[in-house]
């Protein structure tokens, strides 16, 4: 199948992990805190050292990876909706990346993400369920990633 890449992979990305992973994907899983790294490994998916905060510490992670998730819906911090998210993205256009699934609280990411899915013809899938009602942004997250990989 494929590998997804998912960022950051906290309680929620874990439980997309898993499901991914029991589809038959890999799954690498960022965290910036090292002391993570066993939970992302429980939920079935590689653990990677990487902050969203500094692109540069997320390159590494990009090795094979298919599809991109970068799930910051419950993070309204701009920087990873603005700035951040456009240096992933100006960097994605030299990986084997080909879809991206993209989270966020603010409008202005949204608006980033589309332009840079139009600029880099990168596919984009946003993710707009609630992530209080975790059945729906759990099934609505692994759709996304379907979509993207043509499943």
Known sequence: MAR??????????????????AAGHAVRGTTRDRAHADAIRAAGAEPYAGDPDRIGTLMGALSGVTVVCWLMGTLPVPELHAG???????????????????????????????????????????????????????ASAHASVDRLLGL
């Open 4 to 21: 997804i890449l998912i960022v950051p992979c906290g309680c929620r990305g874990r439980a997309l992990a898993a499901e991914l992973v």
């Open 84 to 138: 951040r998210l456009r240096m992933l993205w100006e960097k994605l256009v030299d990986t084997p990346v080909r879809g991206v699934v993209y989270e966020g609280s603010l409008p202005e990411g949204e608006q980033v993400a589309r332009a840079a899915a139009e600029t880099w013809q990168i596919p984009l899938e946003v993710l707009t369920a609630d992530p209080l009602d975790h059945a729906a942004w759990l």
